[in-house]
């Protein structure tokens, strides 16, 4: 009965003791989660934080912070902060005072463990009446940096010989050095001539570079129509200047030829019209028979017999000697 009993008891020990290690394993199965009483108060109203799948025994902190808490705990109210502990269920409650942090909204109360597995949730908290502000950028964000030259690639048509806008290709190799990857990012591209501030336009890159990988970026630039002379292509992401090109655009001097042709056809043009209009205006006048014609209708009209008046002849005219005119014929 002895032997019998002792087995008895070592199968219940051994039992209970799978059930006690069963329990906080379900509990570590299960990630932690936070809960906040009022999603919006006022400053110095009480919150109450219920928690659950924490690890069984730790301490847990809690923290209302500003700026989402970019920048570690000093954004925070640590002096008005709250602790509890978690229960064998993994399970806590806690009250906190919801005290105006340090730093503008958006606001967050921030429940971390103490020790342990470093388990940490961020509850959002909108606090009537504190500043809001634009939350400065994380800590640890995508950084895009180039890995080699930028170039320039396409080249210019007929049509840009006559004043069409030039355009290229920006192309550069671009590689993340930073720990997140860089989704759709939206880039500043910006062209200036010669030493002018250059004029910057957002272009989105459809893609994705993932940490310590490289991709080809490739944007499309368009400068004005008949825009010429010494330019400069930058790339900028953020604030940071990432590549930039020189682009020398040649002269179109298809317009210079256009110019003249019109300084040449547009005077012959005007000259047409005014000359058209002239004789348009101008009173029209008999025209005057040719001398030549009056003298053959003369001759017709005097006959055969009769001699036609020229305008550049005059017949001589002859009379009969009268009866006391000497002569010399006969004259004795």
Same mark, same amino acid.
Request: proline share 11%; charged share 15%; hydrophobic share 45%.
């Given at each position: 009965?002895?032997?019998? *009993?002792?087995?008895?008891?070592?199968?219940?020990?051994?039992?209970?003791?799978?059930?006690?290690?069963?329990? %906080?394993?379900?509990?570590?199965?299960a990630? =932690?989660?936070a809960?906040?009483?009022?999603?919006?108060?006022? $400053?110095?109203?009480?919150?109450?934080?219920?928690?659950?799948?924490?690890?069984?025994?730790?301490?847990?902190?809690?923290?209302?912070?500003?700026?989402?808490?970019?920048?570690?705990?000093?954004?925070?109210?640590?002096?008005?902060?709250?602790? &509890?502990?978690?229960?064998?269920?993994?399970?806590?409650?806690?009250?906190?005072?919801?005290? &105006?942090p340090?730093?503008?909204? #958006?606001? /967050?109360v921030?429940?971390?463990?103490?020790?342990g597995?470093?388990?940490?949730?961020?509850?959002?908290?909108?606090?009537t009446?504190?500043?809001?502000?634009?939350?400065?950028?994380?800590?640890?964000? #995508?950084?895009?940096?180039?890995?080699?030259?930028?170039?320039?690639?396409?080249?210019?048509? /007929?049509?840009?010989?006559?004043?069409?806008?030039?355009?290229?290709?920006?192309?550069?190799?671009?590689?993340n050095?930073?720990?997140?990857?860089?989704?759709?990012?939206?880039?500043?591209?910006?062209?200036?001539?010669?030493?002018?501030?250059?004029?910057?336009?957002? +272009?989105?890159?459809k893609?994705?570079v $993932? #940490?310590?990988?490289?991709?080809?970026?490739?944007?499309?630039?368009?400068?004005?129509?008949?825009?010429?002379?010494?330019?400069? +292509?930058?790339l900028?992401?953020?604030?940071?200047?990432l590549?930039?090109?020189?682009?020398?655009?040649?002269? $179109?001097?298809?317009?210079?030829?256009?110019?003249?042709?019109?300084?040449?056809?547009? #005077?012959?043009?005007?000259?047409?019209?005014?000359? &058209?209009?002239?004789?348009? /205006?101008?009173?029209?006048?008999?025209?005057?028979?040719?001398?030549?014609?009056?003298a053959?209708?003369?001759?017709?009209? &005097?006959? $055969?017999?009769?001699?036609?008046?020229?305008?550049?002849?005059?017949?001589?005219?002859?009379?009969? %000697?009268?009866?006391? *005119? =000497?002569?010399?014929?006969?004259?004795q």
């Amino acid at each position: 009965m002895t032997g019998r *009993s002792g087995a008895r008891a070592a199968a219940a020990a051994l039992t209970a003791g799978l059930l006690a290690a069963g329990s %906080p394993a379900a509990a570590a199965d299960a990630p =932690p989660a936070a809960q906040l009483s009022l999603r919006e108060a006022a $400053p110095g109203t009480e919150l109450t934080v219920t928690g659950t799948g924490w690890r069984a025994g730790t301490l847990v902190m809690l923290l209302v912070c500003g700026q989402n808490m970019v920048g570690g705990t000093n954004s925070c109210a640590n002096a008005e902060g709250a602790a &509890a502990s978690v229960g064998g269920d993994g399970r806590f409650t806690a009250r906190l005072a919801a005290a &105006a942090p340090p730093k503008p909204c #958006p606001c /967050i109360v921030h429940v971390a463990s103490v020790g342990g597995d470093a388990a940490t949730v961020a509850l959002p908290l909108a606090l009537t009446g504190h500043p809001v502000a634009e939350p400065p950028p994380e800590q640890g964000a #995508p950084r895009l940096a180039a890995l080699g030259p930028a170039r320039l690639e396409g080249g210019d048509g /007929i049509l840009t010989r006559f004043g069409a806008p030039p355009s290229r290709t920006f192309t550069v190799t671009l590689g993340n050095t930073g720990p997140a990857p860089v989704v759709d990012p939206v880039f500043r591209l910006g062209t200036a001539r010669g030493v002018l501030a250059p004029q910057w336009e957002e +272009v989105r890159w459809k893609g994705a570079v $993932p #940490p310590g990988g490289r991709a080809e970026v490739r944007l499309p630039v368009t400068l004005g129509a008949g825009a010429h002379g010494s330019h400069t +292509v930058s790339l900028a992401y953020g604030e940071t200047v990432l590549a930039a090109r020189p682009w020398a655009v040649s002269r $179109p001097y298809g317009v210079l030829l256009f110019r003249a042709l019109l300084l040449l056809v547009v #005077p012959a043009g005007l000259f047409r019209a005014g000359m &058209a209009l002239v004789d348009r /205006i101008r009173p029209a006048t008999a025209p005057e028979a040719p001398a030549a014609q009056e003298a053959a209708e003369s001759a017709e009209a &005097a006959g $055969p017999g009769e001699a036609a008046d020229l305008p550049w002849f005059t017949a001589p005219q002859t009379s009969a %000697p009268s009866a006391g *005119s =000497p002569t010399t014929k006969g004259h004795q």
